[in-house]
């Protein structure tokens, strides 16, 4: 059942599975972001809760305390005092004391009225009403309040008529036969001031007294009450959940140090949720958003990329003929594509095995067999005669067309590629022969060499034609050989010998680095003596590296060049290999060669010694330039240096990172990383790409290569990864690159 739920599509199946896991992390993500967002929100509203109460403390209790001096300084002015102490009636006082409470009540606005009390005349002075007697005073119980209301110490508590609007203070605390000063506050004004309103009007503040009763601020008397009881009178401070007026509230509140009044701040639950449910809509609405982009991309991707193997799979159904195959129909995509790869192969091998069976390939083995052991049977000269004009009497020449670098050739191309590129390079060979009236036949041995038995005519000479067929072969597959022939023999004589000595003469190039067509000749003036005092050369090398003696090193270079060539290509590869890895142990730089078989490989890049010895020149004169420096850099110059010079020597192998650029200085790769960038304005990984588009931008203007050739020799793995990283340092696409730079100023 779940085996047809899923489709068979290869870029089907990717495109879902990548479906759910992205929009499985999105929707992980949208829900941890929302906890996280609801939590900051709850914190940041209590915290504006918190500092909101301390700063209506703060407000409170300074400016309750201003008025309290303030009454202070009216009750010991003095002719507030001569009025409220006098024994009679005196025009004159009540005069002054109306000029004097004036100018007082003039610059403090939060006093509503001030009352004088005489208790020695039991009269009443009223800022607003003047001067009355104890009975004629309207406002009984606010009489009793200021002439028996008696207090600890001085506080403010509600007008007992007017509680709702006016705040007293009686002072002194206690009544006294000096007089009494009633102070009347206006709670509007003080309220105002002390408990701003909020502008969304979510919260409520208000100040309730030891009783639970309101001071400031307009809760209800009910709500003031219950929320008093719930708060309690141990705390200082605290916070709870209420529920009243058909809701939930969260209450914060804290103690004043005046009168025992306690602050008040509410604020509805629900204010924090319907945030956290419009973020949360808000968050999900951008994340389906998202999410159908992503899907739309994915999709796309998986289709662009993925498609073609489903049309590979029904290309091989109907090639192979497995369209009406119900086992093959079941099977996914990359099983039949597997399958049908196989058969392809089983078909390819039949196909090489008839191949082989075939006249061509029969006389090509009989040709080889020839070289080889030299004579040739019946059957063998019989089809050789009948197919070519090798045995017709004439005298017939070999040459060897060597391919030169042969070990990165191979590294550059897999078994079969060589051998197409050695099948186009026979085909040359055969066109250029039979275009001078020349008739051949070419035999490809296997190796690094191909040879050419040729049927010159009577008057001809090979050298010309042999140098045509090395033009043409560099022209057409840029491949770079070394040719060399032998001198006219007879057809019916032992060719082994013969190979063996053109083989060798193949390989003068590489002893005196002359590119040229090799004759008999050139072997017999090629030869020098055996070399002498081969160690003693060598040590003299070693001592004048350690001495930084360039000009001794140099001649030591000569005397062991000029021993290399007069030996024969074998030995002097032999006598190389062992020079290199002499010197390089002795300077602790074998590492970097990876061993005996690593500095075989390195040798094989070289195409003459003449090459090798510039390279091992260049080489001693670094190791020489580190031997001076070396006292005067630190540990992470070293490092840096050696990572530059170890990417300039690797730059043209694709597979180097920079794991393996660590490895080989022994830090790891983070290290590396920021060793290189400490020294220099790019990464290693920038560096790395930098130094490859530097040496393809000369390639382009210094070969024809293509440019997909060149990306390859400058060690990029793909066209699309050349391409994009060198527009990006250049602005120009390589071909553009090459045609502007070959356009004339």
């Not at 967002?37 to 109460?53: C, K, L, P």
């Not at 002719?79 to 004391?97: F, G, I, R, S, Y």
């Not at 009403?129 to 509600?158: C, Q, W, Y």
Request: proline letters at 3%; glycine letters at 4%; a negative charge.
């Amino acid at each position: 059942m779940f085996d047809k739920l899923v489709p068979r599509s290869v870029y089907l199946r990717l495109f879902l599975l990548l479906s759910f896991i992205v929009t499985l992390t999105v929707l992980i993500f949208s829900y941890v972001l929302t906890r996280m967002f609801s939590q900051y929100a709850w914190e940041e509203i209590d915290e504006f809760a918190r500092h909101r109460i301390e700063q209506i403390d703060r407000n409170t209790e300074f400016t309750l305390k201003k008025l309290m001096l303030y009454g202070l300084r009216m009750y010991e002015d003095r002719a507030l005092k001569n009025w409220m102490t006098a024994n009679e009636d005196n025009a004159l006082l009540q005069h002054e004391a109306m000029t004097i409470l004036t100018d007082y009540l003039a610059v403090e606005p939060y006093i509503h009225s001030v009352y004088l009390v005489n208790m020695n005349t039991r009269r009443v002075f009223s800022s607003l009403e003047g001067v009355s007697d104890f009975e004629d005073f309207e406002d009984r119980e606010l009489m009793r309040a200021i002439t028996e209301g008696s207090h600890p110490v001085l506080k403010f508590e509600n007008d007992p008529a007017n509680h709702a609007s006016l705040l007293l203070l009686s002072i002194p605390a206690a009544p006294s036969n000096q007089g009494r000063l009633a102070m009347m506050i206006d709670k509007t004004k003080l309220r105002d001031f002390l408990l701003p309103p909020d502008d969304e009007k979510h919260s409520k503040i208000f100040i309730l007294d030891e009783s639970g009763r309101i001071i400031l601020g307009d809760a209800d008397e009910a709500v003031a009450g219950d929320i008093s009881a719930q708060a309690g009178r141990r705390e200082e401070a605290g916070l709870f959940r209420w529920e009243g007026e058909g809701r939930s509230w969260t209450v914060r509140h804290t103690a004043l140090n005046m009168g025992g009044w306690r602050i008040y701040h509410m604020l509805p639950a629900n204010i924090l949720k319907d945030r956290a449910e419009t973020f949360t809509r808000t968050l999900l609405a951008a994340t389906a958003a998202m999410l159908v982009v992503l899907v739309a991309a994915i999709f796309w991707g998986s289709r662009k990329n993925f498609k073609p193997f489903s049309e590979l799979t029904a290309l091989l159904q109907q090639k192979l003929g497995l369209q009406g195959n119900d086992k093959i129909a079941k099977l996914p995509e990359f099983r039949v594509i597997e399958s049908g790869v196989l058969q392809l192969l089983d078909k390819m091998d039949q196909l090489h095995i008839s191949l082989k069976n075939s006249q061509q390939m029969v006389l090509e083995e009989h040709l080889r067999q020839w070289l080889l052991s030299g004579r040739l049977h019946d059957g063998a000269s019989q089809m050789i005669r009948q197919h070519t004009r090798l045995l017709d009497g004439r005298p017939l020449q070999l040459a060897i067309i060597r391919i030169e670098k042969y070990l990165s050739f191979a590294e550059q191309y897999d078994f079969a590629s060589r051998k197409l590129l050695k099948y186009a390079m026979e085909n040359i060979c055969r066109e250029v022969l039979e275009s001078a009236d020349w008739h051949g036949e070419c035999v490809d041995l296997g190796s690094d060499h191909l040879a050419l038995l040729i049927v010159p005519p009577p008057s001809g000479d090979p050298v010309g034609v042999l140098e045509e067929v090395k033009l043409q072969i560099l022209r057409w597959l840029q491949i770079p050989t070394t040719i060399a022939v032998s001198n006219p023999v007879e057809p019916r004589e032992n060719l082994s010998p013969l190979y063996k000595k053109v083989l060798e003469l193949s390989t003068l190039r590489f002893i005196n680095g002359v590119d040229k067509i090799y004759t008999v000749d050139d072997l017999e003036t090629g030869r020098n003596a055996e070399p002498a005092q081969w160690d003693q050369h060598v040590k003299q090398l070693i001592q004048a590296v350690r001495l930084r003696n360039k000009a001794a090193m140099e001649s030591c270079l000569q005397a062991i060049s000029g021993q290399l060539h007069g030996l024969s290509y074998p030995e002097c590869k032999l006598q190389l290999t062992h020079l290199v890895y002499q010197l390089m142990r002795t300077f602790k730089r074998l590492s970097e060669l990876q061993g005996m078989n690593g500095i075989q490989h390195d040798l094989e890049r070289f195409s003459s010694l003449q090459e090798i010895m510039r390279w091992l020149r260049n080489e001693l004169n670094e190791i020489i330039r580190d031997l001076g420096k070396k006292h005067k850099s630190n540990r992470k110059e070293e490092l840096y240096r050696e990572m530059v010079e170890y990417v300039q020597r690797q730059i043209f192998d694709p597979m180097l990172t920079v794991e393996e650029l660590a490895e080989h200085v022994s830090v790891s790769s983070d290290y590396a990383r920021k060793i290189f960038k400490d020294f220099n304005d790019l990464s290693l990984s920038e560096y790395i790409i930098f130094e490859r588009v530097r040496h393809a931008k000369r390639m382009l203007l210094e070969t024809a290569l293509p440019a997909m050739e060149v990306a390859e020799r400058c060690g990029f793995q793909s066209k699309s990864h050349f391409y994009t990283a060198f527009k990006k340092l250049t602005g120009l696409t390589p071909n553009q690159y090459r045609q502007h730079r070959e356009e004339p100023e």
